[in-house]
């Protein structure tokens, strides 16, 4: 789910590169509460899923396979489905960087993710995990409070987990709190040293305060940790060009263009 399409920032930000990029999580959100101590309901059935469907991972250890060999989602739980048969989708995320096959009965069609995860948590009010991921489909709904709401539950029942810090941090970003959201990507970084995507958008957080040389060094250590992560790159490759460095941006978009060549989003940004 995160291919090299513009990131989204706050429409008050001042630099028009300067976008995060948001969960993308879209659905319907179920308007209906479960009670206390019902279940939610799991996928029923592939007819319930469409090929470029947006789905969500039920369980957060789920793993995507390719063949026998495991892929780990690196926190992911939102994947667009590519093909779907004989029990199985095979998803990736946005920009492709994550993809892999995963049986049916594991995702749930994002519509249905509100009221999934509601139940989950009416079931444990200390389920973190379900908090967490409630709280990225209000960031896709752009209910931002909502979205803090949860991620803040989640953070109080599992406040090491770097996740919730990073995606509480991307919700002030969009409410325009620029000095909050570094802090919370900060926070993020310590608690995991090798989270890219928290360094990525620290780096774009800087770039919308104009500190661009804070933003090169957090975008460039960003691309350190995962070199070959095109999100990353684009995101430089676009901050560079905004800052009237075109050097540097035109060298980023070679490289993309020489892992994507037939990608037109790639020449559109250029």
């Known amino acids: 789910m995160i291919h090299p399409s513009p990131d989204r920032a706050p429409k008050a930000a001042a630099c028009p590169a300067a976008h995060i990029s948001a969960v993308l999580v879209v659905g ?30 039920t369980e957060p250890g789920t793993m995507l396979r390719d063949g026998e060999r ?31 096959w995963v049986e049916i009965d594991h995702v749930l069609p994002l519509e249905k993710g509100a009221e999934y995860f509601s139940g989950k948590i009416a079931a444990d009010p200390k389920d973190a995990q379900a908090y967490q991921t409630r709280g990225r489909i209000w960031i896709e709904k752009e209910d931002w409070e909502r979205a803090l709401a949860d991620l803040d ?36 970084i310590r608690l995991d040293p090798g989270f890219a995507v928290a360094y990525r958008d620290r780096g774009l957080a ?8 804070k ?29 009237g460095r075109h050097n540097e941006a035109m060298a980023d978009y070679a490289w993309v263009l020489r892992r994507r060549p037939a990608d037109p989003a790639v020449y559109m940004a250029r």
């Open 28 to 57: 319907i959100l179920c308007s209906a509460s479960p009670r206390v101590g019902d279940q939610p309901a799991r996928a029923s059935a592939s007819a319930d899923l469409g090929v470029g469907e947006e789905v969500v991972l």
């Open 70 to 100: 495991q892929i780990p989602s690196r926190g992911e739980r939102i994947f667009k489905v590519e093909r779907l048969g004989n029990g199985f989708a095979d998803v990736s995320t946005e920009d492709g960087a994550i993809r892999g």
């Open 153 to 188: 539950a989640a953070i109080r029942l599992a406040p090491a987990d770097a996740k919730s810090h990073h995606l509480r941090a991307l919700v002030l970003f969009q409410k325009h709190q620029l000095d909050k959201a570094i802090a919370g990507f900060s926070e993020a």
């Open 206 to 213: 800087w770039d919308a305060k104009r500190f661009f040389d």
């Open 215 to 243: 933003a090169f060094e957090d975008l460039s250590e960003a691309i350190r940790l995962d070199p070959e992560n095109v999100a990353l790159v684009m995101s430089r490759a676009k901050v560079c060009s905004a800052r």
